[in-house]
């Protein structure tokens, strides 16, 4: 982590010593924070319950106003600008989804549009377009009012709405936390999918390390206070985690020579991989059994894949046989889960 803030011309959205003292709290929300989120990136902000996120989360967008420090959007400083026209340019995703529930989902949709003033045929459209893109047909889902969804299917509308206006910036805030963990993967899944489309700047904020490890280009795990412990890749949380707090909330304590000694066949032998992981649920990359875990977490991470399809390495004596025929998965938290078990204790 680094405090320097450079004046990169791909950075979106910049904190400049960023504080938040609420009212009546003996501790700041927020203490200074300095960060920079570049043009196109997914950014997600992870940490226990008050640890800062969501008040950091909305002084981007100044639902809360910073007590001191700068906001920088896209070169400019927002930090006293218009709060009407900055919210135009950033969409907002929460948990509550906060749909109408008088309205049908298309105009739920159109909302922001028609404060804006897009006739009335327009918004239609483009909120036939948005389902689409959100994987809800549109002649379906349409003319539907918010109650006759389901819980995924409204968190679905609701990165929908957000993206009406067509913001080049997404905030949202533990916008799966409310749907069953089998809907929240693939929501997740899906939203990973629609951000190859979108390239939207989004800044995702979570208290499931698992969530932000697959989603986000970069995460910034915050400590109590919103110390910021550590803002890197996935791979380098992982493998090089930055203090104590990192490597406990990880949860891995996977240190690069751990992961970098154990095998995906000694994953196999472990206690993981068998019966209900043998069938991949979705992308899996391939690994052979003398992969090292750390090799498979670096693919898995780069292809943001839920996890290993382990498959014959025709170099290797032995193991074409042994897996002739079936093809093992582990899934990501497999994958952690066995760095995190292996004995030995932390390197
Ligand atoms: P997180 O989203 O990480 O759970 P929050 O940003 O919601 O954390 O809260 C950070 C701290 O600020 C907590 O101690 C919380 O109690 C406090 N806080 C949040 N919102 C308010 C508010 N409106 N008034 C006073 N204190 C608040
Ligand atoms: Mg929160």
Redesign the pocket.
């Known amino acids: 982590m680094s405090e320097h803030v450079s004046t990169g011309t791909d950075t979106m959205i910049r904190l400049d010593q960023v504080t938040k003292q609420?009212?009546?709290?003996d501790r700041p929300?927020v203490s200074p924070l300095t960060l920079e989120i570049k043009n196109g990136e997914f950014v997600v902000f992870v940490?226990p319950?008050?640890?800062?996120?969501?008040?950091?989360l909305r002084m981007i967008n100044r639902l809360v106003e910073p007590t001191s420090g700068e906001i920088w959007i896209n070169g400019q400083n927002v930090t006293h600008a218009d709060v009407n026209e900055l919210r135009r340019g950033i969409g907002y995703v929460i948990q509550q989804i906060g749909l109408l529930p008088h309205l049908t989902i298309a105009d739920n949709i159109g909302l922001v549009p028609k404060l804006l003033g897009t006739p009335k045929g327009e918004r239609h459209s483009r909120a036939a377009d948005l389902l689409e893109l959100v994987g809800l047909d549109p002649k379906v889902y349409a003319g539907r009012y918010p109650r006759q969804l389901s819980g995924g299917q409204q968190q679905r509308v609701g990165v929908a709405r957000a993206l009406a206006a067509d913001p080049p910036i997404m905030l949202m805030d533990e916008p799966f936390g409310a749907v069953d963990p089998i809907a929240r993967e693939k929501l997740q899944v899906e939203f990973l999918k629609l951000q190859e489309k979108i390239r939207k700047t989004i800044v995702f904020?979570t208290?499931d390390i698992d969530e932000a490890l697959r989603l986000g280009d970069r995460i910034a795990i915050?400590d109590v206070g919103s110390r910021l412990a550590q803002f890197d890749t996935p791979l380098n949380v992982l493998t090089n985690p930055a203090d104590d707090f990192v490597r406990d909330f990880v949860g891995a304590g996977a240190s690069v020579r751990r992961l970098s000694l154990l095998t995906i066949g000694d994953v196999l032998a472990g206690p993981v991989g068998d019966d209900d992981h043998s069938i991949p649920l979705h992308d899996a990359v391939q690994v052979t059994l003398t992969s090292t875990v750390h090799q498979a977490l670096e693919l898995v991470l780069a292809a943001r894949a839920d996890g290993v399809c382990v498959v014959p390495d025709l170099a290797a004596e032995g193991s074409p046989t042994e897996l002739a025929g079936s093809t093992k998965f582990i899934a990501l938290q497999d994958l952690l889960m066995t760095a995190s078990n292996t004995p030995g204790g932390r390197q």
């Open positions: 609420y009212h009546g709290q929300a940490g319950s008050g640890c800062g996120k969501t008040t950091t904020v208290h915050f």
